[in-house]
T-cell receptor
Framework: SQKIEQNSEALNIQEGKTATLTCNYT??????LQWYRQDPGRGPVFLLL?????KEKRKERLKVTFDTTLKQSLFHITASQPADSATYLC????????????FGAGTRLAVHP | EAEVAQSPRYKITEKSQAVAFWCDPI?????LYWYRQILGQGPELLVQ????????DSQLPKDRFSAERLKGVDSTLKIQPAELGDSAMYLC??????????????FGPGTRLTVL
């Protein structure tokens, strides 16, 4: 079955540095991958979508890469700020269901001043 | 800015009782999703609607959970009877449901359920 792995340990970085989060998947070849941000006690918020034929996508300080050979996506936040502290979820399109998503467990990012 | 509405925000109930959650998606969104999120895990899809039809309920525990979207707009998720293991955040999301795959999903604030 499809499996998505994200770093279970929290990522702690200093303000101004680049945060890099990893999403690995197995037993599947997704047509696209999405990244969401989730703050404690709130619903996830969509950040970026990248399709299988795209290697890189950027939005302001965010960058996502998608390596279908390695079965991996990297999510970068440059010039990180304490306000970027949150849990970041990776989601892949699921088989069956129309626009169904399979979510990873997420990685918690803490940016320290 | 349009948002997905959910109520209640918090619900405490005793096991064996019935509970119901309500969701009002963003106007014009054809696809509606109900997810369950256990602390420390990602959201898990319970049921997905396209308009008023269920297109995926493979992970819905049908012996105790039910969901409906009668007019293809708002939706209700019910649990009867509730069990201790049902304690979780229940999230509703909606998307345009266009033919373009990969529509972003818009999530509501969730309902935090605690079963005692």
């Amino acid at each position: 079955s499809q499996k998505i792995e994200q770093n279970s340990e929290a990522l702690n970085i200093q303000e101004g540095k680049t945060a890099t989060l990893t999403c690995n998947y197995t037993n599947y070849s997704p047509a696209y991958l999405q990244w969401y941000r989730q703050d404690p006690g709130r619903g996830p918020v969509f950040l970026l979508l990248i399709r299988e034929n795209e290697k890189e996508k950027r939005k302001e300080r965010l960058k996502v890469t998608f390596d279908t050979t390695l079965k991996q996506s990297l999510f970068h936040i440059t010039a990180s700020q304490p306000a970027d502290s949150a849990t970041y979820l990776c989601a892949l399109d699921g088989t069956g269901g129309y626009n169904k998503l399979i979510f990873g467990a997420g990685t918690r990012l803490a940016v320290h001043p | 800015e349009a948002e997905v509405a959910q109520s209640p925000r918090y619900k405490i109930t005793e096991k064996s009782q019935a509970v119901a959650f309500w969701c009002d998606p963003i106007s014009g969104h054809a696809t509606l999703y109900w997810y369950r999120q256990i602390l420390g895990q990602g959201p898990e899809l319970l049921v997905q609607f396209q308009d008023e039809s269920v297109v995926d309920d493979s992970q819905l525990p049908k012996d105790r959970f039910s969901a409906e979207r009668l007019k293809g707009v708002d939706s209700t998720l019910k649990i009867q009877p509730a069990e201790l293991g049902d304690s979780a955040m229940y999230l509703c999301a909606s998307s345009l449901g266009s033919e373009l795959a990969g529509n972003e999903q818009f999530f509501g604030p969730g309902t935090r359920l605690t079963v005692l």
